[in-house]
């Protein structure tokens, strides 16, 4: 299906969580010499207008993003916050998605590669990666282009997996295209966002996902009560950084002006190996 347009939900909290442990993971990867390769799986535009009628609709990133702008940031998230900056000015009147985050931040010698399969999305991240000499751009199904792009030549990096989830069986299939990508490149850094909703469809993935390997984090950023609607974000990374739990456990009290009826809470679990 492709009628899910990410201009609506740009900058609401569950890009909070999920571009605050991507910049981290990033981060920690870059510390390295080395070159490393980072793909974005359902990559969306690259960038979105926060002013504009789509993301007026929801008014998900006043409730988001924009709830934390004016606020101290902590210095573990330095890096993403002078990208959003970049982006967007002083006011954040842009919002940068994956794609254009990974890209401010690595280097000229890593590789960027995205993918995405919705004709209108596709063609605006076109025009903005096509001068990026370290840009891949693919039009397909994220599953069937996983296991063609794995393991990678630079053998380090990480690939980002977040679909909209507009399919009830897309959460086993995603599990499984996980698992089979994980076999072919063990040593890689894989990164699953879902979401949080009341039906709780997501614990066949992150049952599958956890059983997976030792070397797993979770991370769940609860905003709401569970009684209707998402109420929440959640993350597994496989093969995380080591420093990747403690960071975010720091991060905790950033994240907790997000709530709805209270505070925000986030909770942290990392696999016996980690």
């Not at 535009?45 to 409730?63: C, F, V």
Request: aromatic share 8%.
């Amino acid at each position: 299906m492709l009628s899910y347009q990410h201009g609506y939900h740009a900058g609401n909290f569950a890009d909070v969580h999920k571009h605050a442990i991507y910049a981290l993971v990033l981060d920690y990867l870059l510390a390295k010499p080395k070159p490393l390769a980072c793909m974005d799986l359902y990559a969306g535009r690259g960038a979105y207008d926060l002013r504009d009628a789509m993301a007026h609709k929801t008014g998900e990133a006043a409730q988001g993003i924009l709830k934390l702008w004016s606020q101290p940031w902590p210095e573990l998230l330095g890096k993403w916050r002078a990208v959003l900056e970049q982006v967007g000015g002083p006011n954040l009147r842009a919002y940068p998605g994956s794609p254009l985050l990974a890209a401010k931040l690595l280097r000229e010698q890593d590789r960027l590669v995205f993918n995405e399969l919705h004709p209108a999305e596709h063609r605006v991240l076109a025009e903005s990666v096509r001068y990026d000499s370290r840009a891949h751009l693919h039009k397909r199904p994220a599953l069937e282009a996983l296991p063609a792009l794995v393991p990678p030549v630079e053998k380090r990096g990480v690939v980002l997996l977040d679909p909209a989830y507009e399919v009830k069986t897309e959460y086993a299939e995603v599990a499984e295209g996980v698992s089979r990508a994980l076999r072919q490149w063990s040593s890689g850094t894989f990164m699953v966002w879902y979401p949080l909703l009341p039906e709780k469809r997501h614990r066949v993935l992150v049952d599958k996902l956890l059983a997976l390997t030792g070397r797993h984090l979770l991370s769940e950023l609860v905003v709401g009560n569970g009684g209707e609607g998402m109420y929440g974000s959640g993350m597994i990374v496989l093969n995380p950084p080591f420093v990747l739990a403690d960071q975010l456990r720091q991060l905790a009290p950033f994240f907790a002006p997000l709530g709805v009826d209270g505070p925000a809470t986030l909770r942290v679990e990392a696999g016996p190996e980690c």
